[in-house]
């Protein structure tokens, strides 16, 4: 009889644990959504050149769109990602050195090894790097933009940058 109870309440406890780990709702401003990665994948597919992408987005998106283009004669990708509210998270990849032109930008730590630049002004927050001859810039645009309660922080999009395969 013992055994059972054990067995019960072992079943409960597990049921809890996926129960929870099923829920897509944000708890709070510091989780992280999932996105396509295969749809994404396929955007890569594309190009002419690596790039890496990111686990996780800050985000919980509800459409996805990208596209490739040139830019000065360099393969470029934009992978823009939307939600309900129609808050914008845009990736841009750049084949080659890109100039990374951001206005007033503070350099920033991505990892150990690797730097960036980050910009938060009135209409959008920016963080912009280089690795392996990809130019990477990720920028954030609320839906609102008089609304200086965004969801989405600094904090959020370096986290962002770090889960890139580095």
């Known amino acids: ?6 067995g019960i309440y072992f079943g ?6 996926l129960l929870a780990a099923c829920q897509t709702t944000k708890a709070d401003k510091n989780d992280y959504y999932n996105y396509d990665h295969e749809q994404a994948e396929q955007a890569v597919s594309q190009l002419g050149f690596d790039l890496e992408l990111p686990e996780f987005i800050p985000i919980e998106m509800v459409m996805m769109v990208s596209d490739v283009y040139e830019v000065k004669g360099d393969e470029a990708l934009d992978i823009s990602f939307y939600t309900e509210e129609n808050d914008l ?6 084949e080659g050195e890109g100039e990374m032109e951001l206005f007033s930008p503070e350099q920033v730590e ?36 008089s609304d200086n309660d965004s969801e989405v922080e600094k904090s959020d999009l370096l986290h962002v940058a770090r889960s890139f395969h580095f």
């Open 110 to 145: 991505i990892t150990d090894s690797l730097t960036g630049l980050y910009v938060d002004n009135s209409y959008s927050k920016t963080v912009t790097w280089q690795k392996d001859g990809v130019t990477y810039k990720m920028t954030y645009r609320p839906s609102n933009f």
């Open 89 to 94: 998270l845009t990736m841009q990849f750049m």
């Open 12 to 17: 409960l406890l597990v049921f809890v644990f």
């Open 1 to 6: 009889m013992k055994e059972t109870k054990v």
